[in-house]
């Protein structure tokens, strides 16, 4: 019987590419033409920022200062931001390290490279190009620093205690204090001293800070401002600090008001001068200066308004910390013929509904010394205001002393004139009015002998 043969197996053709592609052709679009724009800087740019060998978090907020960059003789006429400033990114927010990017340093092989970064859109196919910023991002550990933290913590305690000696230390103490702060010798003073000295170089971190300094400190106040507001918040007249005569520092606008100084009225004194009749006051600064001052309009207006100012603060009464004008009936006595809008305007300045107050009376004062200045050509013999307002010679000073007034003796001559003894003259000191004024300050406890 013969053997069965084996079965043929059909073998089948492996497929090839050309086989698994469709025996039809696709029809394939024409490549798009790409429209590429280059828009120019702005104020702010993109930003390329590399960090080798660190990796800087996404969350990690970056600040950013700006500065003019040294170009002297070195930009073409097409100037960008770029080419004008310098960019500055730092950042403090992470607990151990400290963040700063800096700009790369231009290649001096190839000095014109610049980088460029675009945005292409496949729909439209425009491709938008910007000039950009290449930035190298470098990170300090805090701990690094620790020694130089120390060394200035150092430092500030010594001036923080130099500033204590100096306020309550004994004299020895500051002397000795002045004596090592003069003769310290800095890295500074020793390269001076021995003419090596060179200029200091402020890096960028340095000038951004102190620029930063200059704008958060344009808004704050002037001299001028601050003195104002230190005028408003003590009982002192209101002055032109930047007067430079002396004359023109307290001004009778400021004092009483051009308005109220035409209402004031000295018509029946200036007759009774004229026909040398006595005019009857109570007011001892009044009196000696009446036939002084006849013949200047202003003057005697002057010492008329400080006429009423005088008799109002004296029938006022003392009750509960404060002083109670008179009633209505008294107030017209005391004005005499002085015109309503006057007390008005008195009880507008120097009152509180029926009371003169501490603070109000004290400027109340003020301004009596003030006018007593314009009156006496800014030398004046306290005493006699002393007198009126019932006060010591200690107090009468003070008040001098609060519009800027110098206090001495009275002089020699002045004596003999008044014809004073020597006890008697003790009594009397003479304000002086002169510029600069000198107000008093602020006064600090001393330290007792250790």
Known sequence: ????????????????????????????????????????????????????????????????????????GKLSPGQTPISTTELLLQSSAHPKLDYVAREEEVDAVDPLKKHYVGIYDPKTGNLEVMESRKMVVRGTVRAHSAAADAAESLAMLRDARNTLGQTFGTKKSRKAIASFTENAITPEIAARMAGKAKPVKIDSVTR??????????????????????????????????????????????????????????????????????????TSKFV???????????????????MYLLIEIY??????????????REDMKVIAGDMPEAVLEDFKRKFAEGPWIRKFKADLLITHLCALACLVDNFVVDIYDLQVDLKLDSKDMAQYFREIGAKIGALGEMERKKQKLEKAAAAQHKVAKLQLPLVFPQMAFMRAGKR
């Open 287 to 305: 009196a000696s200066r009446l036939v002084r001052v006849s013949s200047n309009v202003e003057k005697l207006k002057i010492l008329r308004y």
């Open 208 to 281: 951004t800070m102190i620029e930063s300094i200059a704008e958060s400190t344009a808004g704050m106040s002037t001299r001028d401002q601050l003195a104002e507001a230190s005028d408003a918040a003590k009982p002192r007249p209101k002055r032109n600090p930047g007067a430079t005569e002396i004359q023109d520092v307290y001004t009778i606008d400021t004092l009483v008001g051009e308005g109220i100084m035409k209402l004031v009225p000295v018509r029946q004194w200036m007759e009774a001068l004229k026909a040398n009749e006595n005019v009857v006051t």
């Open 1 to 72: 019987m013969a053997p069965d043969k084996p079965d043929k197996v059909k073998k089948r053709k492996r497929n090839t590419d050309d086989l698994s592609k469709p025996s039809k052709r696709v029809a394939i679009e024409g490549d798009k033409k790409v429209k590429i724009s280059l828009r120019e800087p702005e104020n702010w740019t993109p930003v390329v920022v590399s960090s080798s060998g660190l990796a800087l978090p996404t969350s990690i907020p970056l600040k950013a200062w700006t500065k003019a960059r040294d170009t002297k």
């Open 314 to 327: 004296d029938k006022s009464k003392a009750a509960r910390g404060a002083k109670s004008l008179p009633k």
